[in-house]
Structure formats: C-alpha cells, structure tokens
T-cell receptor, first 116, second 122 residues
Framework: AQTVTQSQPEMSVQEAETVTLSCTYDTSESNYYLFWYKQPPSRQMILVIRQEAYKQQNATENRFSVNFQKAAKSFSLKISDSQLGDTAMYFCAFMKENSGYSTLTFGKGTMLLVSP | GAVVSQHPSRVICKSGTSVKIECRSLDFQATTMFWYRQFPKKSLMLMATSNEGSKATYEQGVEKDKFLINHASLTLSTLTVTSAHPEDSSFYIC??????????????????FGPGTRLTVL
C-alpha cells in the first residue's frame, strides 16, 4: 500500500514571496504519478501540477514547480510570487501506473495562507 | 477542458429519506468515476470507484446498500444516499478520470473533480 505524508499542517507566506510545501511518499512501485491539488475555500479541487515518475525533469506550471527526488521519495511544491488567490488547502497525491484505472492516495493536506 | 459538474451543490433532507447526487463529465467521456467523502478540514476519503456499465467497487467499510452508485453512461454517475441519517451529513465529491496528453503522448489518467455537494440530514 502507498502512503503520502505532508508534514506541514499549516503554512503562511506574504504576497509576492516564495513558499515550498513538502510531501513524501512511500511505495514499492517503480512507475507512478504524483499530483498536487489545491482546494480553495470554495472547496473545488483543482489540479495544480502533475509529475510522471519516469521523467527526471521537474514539472512546472507557470508559478508552480516541483522538486521531485525519486530516490528520496520526495515531491515538494514551490509557489513563486505568491498571490492572495493561492490561499487554499494543498493536497499531495499518488497514483500508481495501471493498465486500468488507478485510485489516488492523498496526503492530509497543508493549509496555505497568503497574506497581504 | 476536463470539466466535471455536480448537482446539487447543497441539499438538506429529513432523516430517513433518500438523496441522489449527479456527477457529469461535460467535455470528455469518463470510463471511470470516483466518489469521495470529505469531513471538515480533513483529506478526501475514497468511497467507491464507478465504472461505466458495471458494478461499483466499494472501499472497505463503505456500505454498498446505503450508498448506491450507478454509472449508466460515459458522462454520468450518480450516488444515492438511501435512508439518510444525520451521520451521513458530509461533503461529497466526485471525480472523473481522463487521459493526460503531453506532446501527443497519451499516458495514464488524471482525475478531475466536481465542485462537491454539501449534504445535511436533519
């Protein structure tokens, strides 16, 4: 079974600054996918970024980037130039590669508060 | 693209009644949909996996007779909470799985989520 650990229940950052959210996972799989989702106060889950484990290059999406360390089983999310709209709960998630469907394993989440 | 809708967004019902929640993929076909439950300030808990045209797969501890799931088409899955009780009050979220395409290469699926349904049972 896979586990996903987010060790920071809450984080705070000021607008325009950079913040890094940590995530570690445990798996015996060699092929898998990692995700960061955000859940703002509206509670809509939004996909932030996706990483394939077979890719060494770290995924980036505008101000969001990851630091994927496969050997260390670490998958941190860096948010640059933080904006007030980034205030949300952030969930790290793991999905193993499968020929059929695969379920997501979520971490407990990190609440990020961006202040003016 | 990859938009998932959920209806209703909020529902209040009396104890003992049944409530149906719809999940639709608006701009793609989803062979597989998932139903989650989320308690306040907690992570998502997978309840069941719904495959079009077949029976749903329920997670351990989830009563399949209480939470009826139907996936009649590639764009619609429904969750019916039967004989609802106050302890069923929660936030229910669905997701639909579609393929992620990067540089023309289709790889394993990614889940896109609906906006959720707040169920309150009086």
């Amino acid at each position: 079974a896979q586990t996903v650990t987010q060790s920071q229940p809450e984080m705070s950052v000021q607008e325009a600054e950079t913040v890094t959210l940590s995530c570690t996972y445990d798996t015996s799989e060699s092929n898998y996918y990692l995700f960061w989702y955000k859940q703002p106060p509206s509670r809509q889950m939004i996909l932030v970024i996706r990483q394939e484990a077979y890719k060494q290059q770290n995924a980036t999406e505008n101000r969001f980037s990851v630091n994927f360390q496969k050997a260390a089983k670490s998958f941190s999310l860096k948010i640059s130039d933080s904006q007030l709209g980034d205030t949300a709960m952030y969930f790290c998630a793991f999905m193993k590669e499968n020929s059929g469907y695969s379920t997501l394993t979520f971490g407990k989440g990190t609440m990020l508060l961006v202040s003016p | 693209g990859a938009v998932v809708s959920q209806h209703p967004s909020r529902v209040i019902c009396k104890s003992g009644t049944s409530v149906k929640i719809e999940c639709r993929s608006l701009d793609f076909q989803a062979t597989t949909m998932f139903w989650y439950r989320q308690f306040p300030k907690k992570s998502l808990m997978l309840m069941a996996t719904s495959n079009e045209g077949s029976k749903a797969t329920y997670e351990q501890g989830v009563e399949k007779d209480k939470f009826l799931i139907n996936h009649a088409s590639l764009t619609l899955s429904t969750l019916t909470v039967t004989s609802a009780h106050p302890e069923d009050s929660s936030f229910y979220i669905c997701s639909a799985e579609t393929s992620w395409s990067s540089s023309g290469k289709s790889s394993t699926d990614t889940q896109y989520f609906g906006p959720g349904t707040r169920l309150t049972v009086l």
